[in-house]
């Protein structure tokens, strides 16, 4: 009864140090590891420990014989990483490869400020917690932490936001605090943090979306995917989204896995979308929809899909799923000339996909390849896009009355750090950022995530790349390198107070927390706050705030 790695793997990595015989790939220490598009058991060496079920920090993982219908797919996958043998490969006793959690080896405290709460934050904050004494201050814009997690993540794939579960449990480590509705660039500076901490590490994401640069985006009914993902989860930058669903179709431009949560999202039965943390106005606007195609475009052929197959696996076991005669004959095509195995696997469950000449008997969704988007249609308002056929002089027109894009994200340039805006990153050497005129480290000055490595990989892949930053980090504090902190703890509280008046600790979002659970009943892991005023109000009931705040957020309610 082998164990089996399914649709929600985060790539967080902690199964693969849990597993006793060293069968879970690609570790953190391959160099397949940051592609990956998730981990995978070897089913001939499994020894069905189960340690590796209650590493896993997002459920992701159970004995084969316990899966879902349409979890199934993934005993296949999973087997079809490792090579054929003959007969039964035995169990190894070697570990899986640990790196060495970093050592302070001068005085401290070594007193960190990280800003942004992400995976990546989060992870950084745990791996430099691992050694005594060390404080962590963790600011974040919002009221809110945990970032993408929280905002990005689709509400209908809830085992995947389990990983808060985990950042819980780090943020009540002795040492760390949470600065929230605090924003560096706005409230503080760069300089303001490094007078009071030996470091200041960015984990702020690549918060802007690619633009896609043709005539007619910018019409009332085009946007990203990106936003409308927010918009879903109740992101309080986004609630007042113009989003109109009175059409019967909506395009959207590029095929990875963003672009699939929207269109999943859009033709999933609301009554189900119910059962989740979608937001409210999202839910009722899903309610009187009259959207029954989701058109997923793409400017490449099938074998270029940038979906991972787990997606894709997903998808299409929860969705109507089509494709048009003309790319059915690309599927065929490319499959006869494919040898990657991970392209194969997607081009044969594109081969299965049905008919979109069949007639539409529920919401469904349409990938289209090789189009290529030349202008968005309308007068004041969308009612279609035009795409070139790729490499063709075709034209082809779709009618639809919202057009999304969804072609990747951009980093964004960070106060008094060098930033590299070709590659859309901070510019550094494993974490430490860099002066580009100098070659040299700016002091105090580190990254990690996407702003660090721009967006690839998954929430895990977080994890060693956090990794490396807080080694490097500790590298340098051990040489003397990072100047000491210019003020006593209790000074960051005072300076911090007096520029914003409403931040959030610990308590503040704890109380947050409880709130939007108890808002969710029986029915709904949570029904989320998705204004700020609303969040200050419910962090203001925390015991631990002011007789006055509370006061304040009776008259907010």
């Not at 967080?12 to 570790?27: L, M, Q, R, T």
């Not at 209650?54 to 899966?67: E, H, N, R």
């Not at 469950?349 to 189009?371: E, F, M, V």
């Not at 902190?485 to 300076?495: G, T």
């Amino acid at each position: 009864m082998p164990h089996v790695i399914t649709q929600s793997c985060c790539s967080d990595g902690s199964c693969v140090y849990a597993c006793p015989v060293n069968c879970i790939h690609p570790s953190p220490d391959e160099p397949g590891f940051a592609t990956a598009e998730m981990l995978y058991i070897d089913p001939d060496a499994c020894v069905d420990c189960g340690a590796c079920v209650s590493a896993c920090p997002v459920g992701a993982i159970a004995p084969d014989t316990k899966l879902e219908p349409k979890q199934l797919p993934f005993i296949e996958l999973n087997a079809s990483f490792y090579p054929k043998r003959e007969g039964k490969l035995p169990p190894t006793s070697k570990l899986a490869p640990v790196l060495p959690a970093p050592k302070i080896t001068r005085g401290g405290p070594l007193t960190v400020a990280i800003v942004g709460s992400g995976p990546a934050a989060m992870y950084a904050a745990d791996e430099l917690l691992t050694q005594r004494g060390v404080r962590v201050n963790v600011f974040e814009k919002l009221p809110t932490p945990y970032g993408l997690v929280r905002a990005g993540v689709a509400p209908d794939h809830q085992s995947t936001k389990r990983v808060t579960r985990l950042f819980d449990r780090m943020a009540q480590q002795r040492g760390f605090k949470f600065f929230l509705n605090v924003e560096v660039g706005k409230h503080l500076s760069h300089a303001d943090l490094l007078e009071h901490h030996h470091a200041v590490l960015y984990a702020v994401g690549a918060p802007n979306d690619r633009r896609l640069e043709i005539d007619g985006m910018g019409l009332l009914g085009t946007g990203t995917a990106t936003e409308m993902v927010a918009w879903i989860n109740g992101h309080p930058e986004f609630t007042a989204l113009p989003v109109d669903l009175s059409h019967e179709r909506v395009v959207i431009v590029g095929n990875g896995n963003v672009a699939f949560d929207v269109a999943r999202v859009l033709t999933t039965d609301p009554d189900a979308l119910a059962r989740t943390d979608i937001s409210d106005h999202a839910l009722a606007a899903l309610r009187s929809s009259q959207v029954q195609e989701v058109v997923v475009a793409a400017r490449r052929g099938p074998a270029s899909s940038a979906f991972t197959l787990p997606e894709l696996i997903g998808l299409t076991a929860t969705c109507d799923v089509v494709l048009d005669a003309a790319d059915h004959e690309l599927v065929q095509r490319d499959l006869a000339t494919a040898s990657d195995p991970l392209t194969r696997n997607k081009l044969e469950i594109l081969s299965k996909l049905g008919d979109a000449s069949a007639p539409i008997t529920r919401p469904r969704i349409r990938l289209a390849y090789q189009l290529t988007p030349q202008r968005v249609l309308g007068d004041g308002r969308v009612t279609g896009i035009e795409f070139g056929v790729t490499g063709t002089d075709q034209v082809r027109t779709i009618d639809a009355g919202l057009v999304l894009t969804s072609i990747g994200y951009r980093g964004k340039a960070i106060a008094d750090l060098p930033f590299d805006d070709a590659a859309s990153v901070v510019p550094n050497d494993g974490g430490r950022v860099m002066d580009r005129a100098t070659g040299k480290p700016v002091r105090g000055a580190y990254v990690a995530g996407w702003i660090k490595r721009g967006p690839t990989g998954f929430i895990g892949t977080n994890k060693s790349c956090a990794a490396e930053t807080v080694r490097n980090l500790v590298d340098d504090y051990n040489a003397g390198t990072l100047a000491d902190p210019a003020h006593k703890p209790s000074a960051l509280d005072k300076l911090v107070h007096t520029r914003q008046p409403d931040v959030v600790d610990a308590a503040g979002w704890q109380a947050i927390d409880a709130a939007e659970i108890a808002r969710g009943g029986e029915d709904r892991p949570r029904d989320k706050f998705t204004t700020v005023d609303a969040m200050l109000a419910a962090a203001a009931t925390a015991p631990t705030r002011p007789v006055h705040q509370r006061l304040l957020a009776g008259l907010l309610r």
